[in-house]
């Protein structure tokens, strides 16, 4: 499985982008994913995911209401629309694969697969 992130960018506090992450190997449905980040000096934390089921979604209590997880079965991609963002998201975002279905989408442990990794930064 291969993940290939995209989308990131500079934008002024109050903009938005979207993130992108196309999956080759596997198809989508059937794994759970995940987007976590990283900020300068900070450990990787827990974005948003969506189970293998598309039925339930999980955002972290610092970015409900502006960013929401989606995912395009046919393109094998899933997204995260980014909305009213702070300076404080500024970090590399990771989008992450879980063949094994884990409960804790929240975990990064739960993840088997990651991509490289795209550079959000957000400037006040």
């Known amino acids: 499985v291969q993940l290939q992130a995209s989308g990131g960018g500079l934008v002024q506090a109050g903009g938005s982008l979207r993130l992108s992450c196309a999956v080759s190997g596997r198809a989508i449905n059937v794994l759970n994913m995940g987007w976590f980040r990283q900020a300068p000096g900070k450990e990787r934390e827990f974005v948003a995911a969506i189970r293998w089921s598309g039925s339930k979604t999980g955002t972290a209590d610092s970015v409900k209401g502006r960013f929401t997880i989606s995912r395009d079965n046919a393109q094998n991609t899933i997204f995260l629309q980014m909305n009213s963002l702070k300076p404080e998201d500024t970090a590399v975002y990771y989008c992450?694969?879980?063949?094994?279905?884990?409960?804790?989408?929240?975990?990064?442990?739960?993840?088997?697969?990651w991509g490289q990794g795209t550079l959000v930064t957000v400037s006040s």
């Open positions: 992450a694969a879980d063949g094994r279905r884990s409960v804790a989408v929240y975990d990064e442990r739960s993840y088997d697969y």
